[in-house]
């Protein structure tokens, strides 16, 4: 059974075993849209408040990085062609939470009676949906903005940093191909395995997929905590122990590194004190360096409570979009941003996630993640790194590469 091609509307959120403190459920899978939201950034976060105030229910869907343009006089009119709708909700006819031996099952009452046999089906599948090697056709990757021309606009932001402008800025740039296709689930499930990060999803909506290796949240609410756990900071891996100890070592000691870690925790500590109760904010974790397949990350962790009347779209709008895809400060740097870069994000630094029926949340950060619209048939993937003042061109490009290579090995090969 392929939930992928079975329904229009597809979240799998998957944890890949990582039983962090945070953690709520190892896996989630909803299909099948009852009710949605699909809307451009004008009012969105309005928009997405009243429809989880109507729906008291389990919703799942997208933020796209575009929704900027709802908190602040921003645009965003770089090449797209991906188009995801700029948000997007859904209301699932079926729900499975996983966690360690125990799935709770959850269907709307028009389909309970598709209960038994889709557990009857389900018992019958493979525990792993797809053994067989992906039969994508040949892809030729192309760069949207060259190598020469990457290094010319790093400088021109290292320029905006010296005169003062910003401090820092997350500048990315498109890797993709045209008239292609690709299998989504099964390159989905390759792209996971050999990444196995914590915030992995595979979304559909309609003709459009997103395949995310995301190893970074951008913001949980658990009753009246909330929780941001900002990354920043990579260094590759090494299939050498030893050195594989020493560059993580490295990277927990790199001055740069940490720099840019520390100075988005404070734009994050800034943002949760516009919904937090006086002196709340607090940072649990600075500037731990955390080991995954195909990179070692530097991830910092800040919280903060809130008053039981503040409302989720409100603790989203107050922190959109996150401060490790921005910069600081955060208005000019995304103005900076599109100025520099070539291609509209769109889903890419969005955020994919969930509300509970009591209006607790988690979202994930769209990184590492391959896009795709099947009726264009173009894919995409994007990476990016932090500029600032102690940036060398070639070192950013070099951390660019590191980040692409799972979305480029699950594609090419």
Request: charged share 30%; proline share 3%.
């Amino acid at each position: 059974m392929n939930w992928a091609q079975q329904f229009d509307d597809v979240v799998w959120l998957d944890s890949n075993n990582h039983d962090k403190k945070y953690s709520t459920y190892d896996a989630v899978l909803a299909v099948d849209a009852f009710t949605s939201l699909k809307t451009d950034y004008f009012d969105a976060f309005d928009k997405l408040n009243e429809y989880q105030n109507t729906t008291k229910d389990w919703i799942f869907g997208y933020l796209t990085y575009d929704l900027k343009n709802a908190v602040e006089d921003l645009k965003s009119e770089n090449f797209d062609s991906l188009h995801f709708p700029d948000l997007y909700f859904f209301q699932p006819k079926k729900l499975f939470l996983i966690k360690g031996d125990t799935v709770e099952v959850q269907y709307l009452r028009m389909v309970d009676d598709e209960i038994d046999n889709d557990l009857k089906l389900i018992s019958q599948c493979q525990s792993k949906l797809v053994e067989d090697a992906i039969d994508n056709e040949s892809i030729k990757i192309k760069l949207r903005i060259t190598k020469d021309d990457y290094f010319k606009k790093v400088e021109q932001m290292l320029a905006h940093i010296h005169r003062g402008d910003i401090y820092e800025a997350n500048f990315c740039q498109e890797f993709y191909a045209e008239e292609t296709d690709i299998q989504p689930l099964e390159t989905f499930n390759r792209l996971n395995d050999i990444s196995k990060p914590p915030f992995a999803t595979f979304l559909k909506t309609d003709d459009k997929y997103l395949l995310s290796a995301s190893p970074e949240r951008y913001l949980k609410k658990e009753g009246n905590k909330v929780i941001s756990q900002p990354i920043k900071g990579t260094a590759k891996r090494s299939e050498d122990k030893d050195e594989d100890v020493q560059l993580a070592k490295a990277l927990a000691n790199d001055e740069k590194e940490r720099s840019e870690n520390i100075m988005i925790v404070d734009l994050v500590r800034n943002d949760l004190s516009h919904t937090a109760k006086k002196g709340s904010v607090d940072v649990e974790e600075l500037c731990n360096v955390y080991s995954f397949l195909q990179v070692h990350q530097m991830i910092s962790t800040v919280v903060s409570e809130v008053d039981d009347n503040t409302t989720s779209a409100d603790l989203l709008k107050t922190t959109f979009p996150m401060g490790s895809m921005t910069g600081a400060p955060k208005i000019s740097a995304m103005q900076i941003i599109e100025d520099l870069e070539e291609t509209k994000r769109g889903l890419y630094s969005g955020s994919v996630g969930y509300f509970t029926p009591n209006g607790d949340f988690d979202f994930n950060v769209i990184i590492r993640s391959i896009l795709y619209n099947q009726s264009q048939k173009y894919v995409s993937y994007s990476v990016g790194s932090a500029i600032t003042a102690k940036s060398n061109p070639l070192r950013e490009y070099e951390e660019c590469l590191i980040k692409a290579k799972a979305m480029r090995e699950v594609l090419e090969n």
